[in-house]
């Protein structure tokens, strides 16, 4: 058998304080406002049995206890208290001395045996209702059956009730005395005394900051309660102001601004609140959602004005519509707004959430071993966070019963977990969101209806929202709000703030590269960056998969200095990047600035040559507007097929259609905004007639106007052939041309990087085992349209020689066509010009025509060069014009047709032939240029 301990060596391993001793000399703080629940404890002592005061942390319970000690000391307290010793034990601080959970039970009764063996101790366990938990009850019910004197505790009232429940012959000892959370006025009442008391100590409140410190804790730390949590906090506000000073209201609001990081202008009555300019805040930066926006502004309002209700949460809301329209991002603005923080946003997935069970996952399992479970999620989650955001995400995928749970929470401002803590929630503000029902939403975006009927959309929204959600369940909701499609504006303005965005990406700003970003690419992200399954969220996927993708391969391809300037813009359907030079300076007065291909032009025109040039402009423009007034009604035909009832009822039918709808739509915006200038030209020639001084404005009008009519022409280039051979070959039997034939080869392919088109060598041929033609494929965005000034006879001036090579562009045909029937392997060797060489292929041309032999690498390749060939060859005629002269008469190269030059042969060699295309697009446009 044990030795037994000393009664005293027990007391003191487990004494926190001797209240006794400490009411001796005068280190108790009194208690305010008690009188009830001490009448009540002098009346259960004196029957002999023994108080347990019951309620809440922070009511006061503590504070009775302390204040009967006090009395006791002066002589005023309960008889059967007179002549003994107060000492306060605490379980759970016992319990965390001992190595296991199982010593627990023989350390009690060895406290209850000193307890016994003293006349002169009356135990105050200010945890008792722990007993349940360590089991611990018959200990209890021991002391109090042979304990000849008073026993006092304080207990948590929901535990203390489940133990009481759980072994019901303690009620026979032990008396539950509730403890409720004063009202306001009593609050008011006890803190005013409190700062009376203070000023013994040396320390003065004014009244404000009493009434201020009372409303603040009472509206916004609804996890606490009054009379403590107010008092600990003025308390706290007092020790950081100078000795000799006091404590002021504007104190308190900087400390609880500081501590809890609540906005100013929520708890200062003298910082104003606009509505109108945080309405103007939030929607600035969630389009296209009025409701939602003035929905969480006027809530902001209310909270400002005090006059949200204390009982239940801030607010609460059910954010209803399709995915990617801002439900999640209001919730986070509204946090950084109302919190400082984003990171004050608790988000739960509810889809995480959808078995009959998750409710005891979320709100606590009473019967689970771990504290961390019996405690649950979302005790876990709301932990630490006076105030925050609670995000319930797509809350339609939780079970029901978790639904009437979040009903409870809502309703009541508080939920009661599986540990039997009463959880407050009322400083909260809860935002569930719901995709339910949103597809009645579906074709309504990017002008899919010009104009949608939300009203009643909304409406069948609501419909839809009762087969998800019982309706006493959505009435809990302060309101219910509806998130519509964002339209094109929409998009193309959160489009516009993620490429400002890219800009301080840290490889731009890092190297100095700014970004020129044309209209067009917005239009296009528009269509392309927008799905009405995952909404706006598929913009930033766009355009990292198209825009940042794309200036990356335009820095890593090109050499951009430090400084430099990338172009966006769309070609071919395409977000395409690439280096501008700095446009130099030009001159705004008469003069107007023209483009030519890649370059641009200056010329100083007077009012006639102005006026004509206008008009010039306007005449060539009449085509393309005609064009674009035939798309128009083209999409007004497609929109009408849309709107018919039954529309969706075949996928596959709708989506071809939709697919054709958004290509052409995309067309449109592109071709709308080029049309304006052009459009507004007739009226800036009128008003030159009329006024000559408004000279200067129609030269800017007219450079607006030509750059616009230069980038659609440039455009529907571009969108014409996009894959071609060039076919290079000797055209003088009895002048070998080997040489330049291969220079010509390696010109195409120093022009083609230059134009950003794929251009690579695929066959050669040979005659009398000498170069005499090769082949090269072009592939990229106009390639068609740039070679087109190719076709024909390039001349070279070499001392007495002249060298001519046929050059023939030929559209590239499906690759599927081509059958292996005209090519052979032969062995691997390194041919001319570099090119491995793995296979041959030869044409048979008509009587008396050459068969055309070629030696390749790329099966394939050839044989669908030879079938080409064979299609179009015959039809290609003779070529006996010249299109370019090189080397003649000192100048580098010459093209007959324009008159268009460049000085240096060694520059035409090397693939810069802007002059050309330059020159090209002005024939072509068979205009004259004005000097």
Same mark, same amino acid.
């Given at each position: ?5 000393? &009664? ?28 009830d ?11 002999? !049995?023994?108080?347990? #005061? ?28 007179? =002549? +003994? ?20 039970? &023989? ?17 105050f ?8 938990e ?73 009244? /404000? ?7 603040? *804790? ?23 102001? /100078? ?34 300019? *945080? ?5 600035s930066?969630?389009?296209g959602?009025?409701?939602a ?5 006027r ?10 209700d ?12 399709? *995915? ?84 409870? #929470?809502?309703? $009541? ?53 009762? $087969? ?21 504006? $929409? ?16 490889? #731009? ?32 996927? *766009? ?27 769309? !070609? ?21 600035r023209?483009?030519? =291909?890649?370059s ?24 393309l ?21 039954g ?39 009128e ?6 001084a408004?000279? &200067? ?16 022409e440039? !455009?529907?280039?571009? /969108? ?22 291969e ?8 022009w ?19 170069l005499?033609?090769?082949? #090269? ?9 740039y070679?087109?000034?190719?076709q =024909? ?20 045909g499906?690759?599927?066509s ?6 052979? &392997? ?10 491995p060489?793995?296979c ?21 390749a ?43 042969? +060694? ?25």
């Amino acid at each position: 058998m044990g030795k037994k301990s000393d &009664p005293d060596t027990v007391l003191q391993g487990w004494l926190e304080r001797d209240l006794t001793a400490e009411a001796d000399v005068d280190r108790l703080p009194p208690a305010f406002e008690v009188e009830d629940v001490l009448r009540t404890m002098t009346d259960v002592l004196n029957s002999g !049995r023994h108080p347990i #005061l019951a309620g809440e942390s922070g009511v006061g319970k503590t504070s009775v206890v302390y204040e009967l000690a006090r009395r006791m000391h002066q002589g005023i307290g309960p008889e059967p208290l007179r =002549g +003994k010793r107060i000492l306060q034990f605490s379980l759970r601080n016992r319990m965390s001395s001992l190595l296991k959970p199982e010593h627990m039970r &023989p350390e009690m009764q060895s406290l209850v045996n000193a307890l016994l063996s003293r006349d002169d101790v009356v135990p105050f366990f200010r945890d008792i209702h722990l007993a349940y938990e360590f089991d611990l009850e018959p200990q209890l019910q021991l002391l109090a059956i042979r304990s000849r004197n008073p026993i006092l505790a304080e207990a948590d009232a929901r535990q203390l009730e489940s133990m009481m429940e759980g072994s019901p012959e303690l009620e026979q000892s032990y008396v539950p005395i509730g403890m409720e959370e004063p009202d306001l006025p009593t609050a008011r009442r006890i803190l005013e005394q409190w700062a009376e008391h203070q000023k013994s100590r040396g320390r003065q409140y004014a009244p /404000e900051a009493l009434e201020e410190a009372l409303q603040l *804790t009472y509206r916004f730390l609804a996890r606490s309660r009054l009379p403590r949590k107010a008092i600990d906090f003025i308390a706290t506000v007092g020790t950081m102001v /100078e000795q000799g000073r006091s404590v002021a209201a504007s104190d308190v609001i900087d400390r609880f601004h500081q501590t809890y990081r609540v906005p100013r202008m929520l708890i200062d009555p003298a910082a104003p609140f606009d509505i109108d300019a *945080t309405e103007k805040l939030f929607g600035s930066k969630v389009l296209g959602q009025p409701e939602a926006v003035r929905a969480v502004v006027r809530m902001i309002g209310m909270i400002k004005a005090g006059l949200s209700d204390a009982r239940r949460p801030f607010g609460s809301f059910l954010f209803v519509g399709p *995915t990617g329209v801002g439900k999640t991002h209001i919730a986070q603005l509204l946090a950084d707004f109302l919190f400082g923080s984003r990171d004050r946003m608790i988000r739960l997935n509810m889809a995480d959430y959808p078995s009959e069970n998750d409710p005891a996952v979320l709100f606590g399992d009473p019967n689970a071993y771990a504290p961390r479970q019996r405690r649950g999620v979302l005790t876990a989650r709301v932990s630490g966070h006076p105030f925050a955001v609670l995000l319930l995400d797509e809350f339609e995928k939780a079970h029901p019963k978790v639904h009437d749970r979040f009903l409870q #929470l809502i309703d $009541e401002g508080s939920f009661i977990n599986g540990a039997g803590e009463t959880i407050s929630c009322r400083s909260l503000i809860i935002i569930a969101t719901s995709n339910a029902g949103a597809e009645v939403y579906r074709g309504t975006s990017i002008g899919f209806s010009q104009q949608p009927d939300l009203e009643q959309m909304d409406q069948e929204l609501d419909r839809k929202l009762y $087969e998800h959600f019982r309706i006493e369940f959505l009435n809990r909701f302060d309101q219910v709000v509806h998130f519509h499609p964002l339209g094109r504006q $929409e998009i193309r303005t959160i489009a516009s703030r993620e490429i400002e965005a890219l800009r301080n990406r840290n490889g #731009l700003k890092a190297r100095g590269i700014s970004l020129e970003v044309d209209d067009a690419i917005l239009d296009w992200l528009a269509v392309h960056g927008y799905d009405p399954h995952f909404g706006a969220r598929f913009l930033r996927r *766009t355009i990292e998969r198209n825009v940042t993708t794309s200036l990356a391969e335009a820095m890593v391809r090109e050499t951009v200095e430090k400084g430099s300037t990338l172009a966006l813009g769309v !070609r071919a359907n395409r977000v395409d990047a690439r280096a501008i030079e700095p446009a130099a300076h030009v001159p705004k007065t008469e003069t107007v600035r023209r483009r030519f =291909g890649a370059s641009e032009k200056v010329s100083s025109l007077d009012r006639k040559q102005l006026d004509a040039h206008a008009g010039e402009l306007v005449r060539r423009a009449a085509p393309l507007i005609a064009r674009l007034e035939e798309a128009r009604t083209q999409a007004s035909d497609l929109l009408a097929v849309m709107n018919q009832q039954g529309f969706w009822d075949q996928p596959a039918s709708a989506q071809q259609i939709l697919d054709q709808y958004r290509e052409l739509d995309l067309t449109l915006a592109a071709w709308s905004r080029l049309a304006e200038p052009l459009l507004e030209l007739p009226e800036q020639i009128e008003q030159l007639r009329q006024r000559p001084a408004h000279l &200067p404005v129609l030269a800017r009008a007219v450079e607006r106007a030509d750059e616009s009519l230069a980038q659609w022409e440039e !455009r529907l280039a571009q /969108e014409g052939v996009a894959a071609v051979w060039i076919l290079l070959r000797n055209a003088d039997p009895l002048e070998p041309a080997a040489d330049w034939l291969e220079e010509l080869v390696a010109m195409y392919q120093a022009w083609g990087r230059r134009l950003r088109l794929a251009c690579s060598l695929v066959a050669y041929g040979t005659t009398d085992d000498t170069l005499s033609r090769a082949a #090269l494929e072009v592939e990229g965005p106009g390639a068609g349209f740039y070679l087109s000034m190719e076709q =024909g006879i390039h001349r070279l001036h070499k001392g007495e020689r002249h060298l001519r090579v046929r050059v023939d562009v030929i559209t590239r045909g499906d690759k599927q066509s081509a059958s292996r029937r005209r090519t052979t &392997p032969v062995k691997h060797r390194i041919g001319l010009l570099g090119l491995p060489i793995s296979c041959s292929g030869r044409i048979e041309r008509e009587e008396r025509a050459p068969a055309l032999e070629f030696f390749a690498t790329d099966r394939d390749a050839l044989e669908l060069l030879l079938s080409d060939l064979d299609r179009e060859l015959d039809c290609l005629g003779e070529a006996s014009a010249t299109v370019r002269s090189y080397g003649q008469a000192g100048v580098g190269g010459r093209d007959p047709r324009t008159g268009a030059t460049v000085a240096r042969y +060694k520059d035409v060699l090397k693939g810069r032939l802007d002059p050309f295309l330059d020159g090209w697009h002005a024939l072509k446009r068979g205009e004259d240029t004005i000097e």
